[in-house]
Structure formats: structure tokens, C-alpha cells
């Protein structure tokens, strides 16, 4: 079992920049990905960023390639997201989601890949 919880959400203004936190406690050996995904009221949960837990390889989702980086701190077994030049587009809730190992294969970006997920925290961009 695996336990993730977020932190960092809050307001801030477009153009500006936010770093979201996940610390992942339990066994963080057994996992493949841990991933990003965010969620409006209007839309359905999308993929924004995962990275592969064996060799932090990542991915991005298109339309936040160049400005969100996903990193780890593997000590802490910590995944952060650093948003830049934040647009009043991504207001959503961000969740922080953990992917097992299995046997089959993929890519880390759809939501079925993933076992675990955290509450969620807020982000508001205002324009």
C-alpha cells in the first residue's frame, strides 16, 4: 500500500509560478510511475506529467510541455511539479497519483495506470 499526499496549491496571478509536493510514504519500492493529473469541473481528469520511479525518466502531457517540470527527490521519496508562466487555464484541482508495477506494459499518462491517488489540491490562476 501506498499513501500520497499534495501540498503547495494556492492563488496566484497569471504569469506566475507554483511548486506542488507529493510525499509518497509505504512501499514506494513497488512503484512504476508517479504522475500529475488535473481536473476542472467542466473536464475530466487530465494527464499532466508522470516519471518513471526506476529512472526518473518523464513524460509530458503536449500542452504543458515547456512549462511544467516534474522532479524527484528520491531521499524523501517526494515528486514536485513546477508550474510556470501559469494561465487562468490551469485553475484545476492537481492530484498526485502512484502507479504499481505490473506486467503489463504502459505509458504512465492514462488514469487506469494508476493504483493510488491523493486528495487533490487547488490551484486558481487569475487573470
Known amino acids: 500500500q501506498v499513501q500520497v499526499v499534495e501540498s503547495g496549491g494556492g492563488l496566484v496571478q497569471a504569469g506566475d509560478s507554483l511548486r506542488l509536493s507529493c510525499a509518497a510514504s509505504?512501499?514506494?519500492?513497488?512503484?512504476?510511475?508517479m504522475g500529475w493529473f488535473r481536473q476542472t469541473p467542466r473536464k475530466e481528469r487530465e494527464f499532466v506529467a508522470r516519471?518513471?520511479?526506476?529512472?526518473?525518466?518523464?513524460y509530458y502531457a503536449d500542452s504543458m510541455k515547456g512549462r511544467f517540470t516534474i522532479s524527484r527527490n528520491n531521499a524523501e521519496s517526494t515528486l514536485d511539479l513546477q508550474m510556470n508562466s501559469l494561465k487562468p487555464e490551469d485553475t484545476a484541482i492537481y492530484y498526485c497519483?502512484?502507479?504499481?508495477?505490473?506486467?503489463?506494459?504502459?505509458?504512465?499518462?492514462?488514469?487506469?495506470?494508476?493504483?493510488?491517488w491523493g486528495q487533490g489540491t487547488q490551484v486558481t490562476v487569475s487573470s
Open positions: 516519471i518513471r520511479w526506476s529512472d526518473s525518466s518523464t
Open positions: 497519483a502512484a502507479a504499481k508495477i505490473r506486467s503489463t506494459w504502459s505509458t504512465g499518462s492514462r488514469l487506469d495506470d494508476y493504483d493510488y
Open positions: 509505504g512501499r514506494t519500492s513497488s512503484l512504476k510511475y
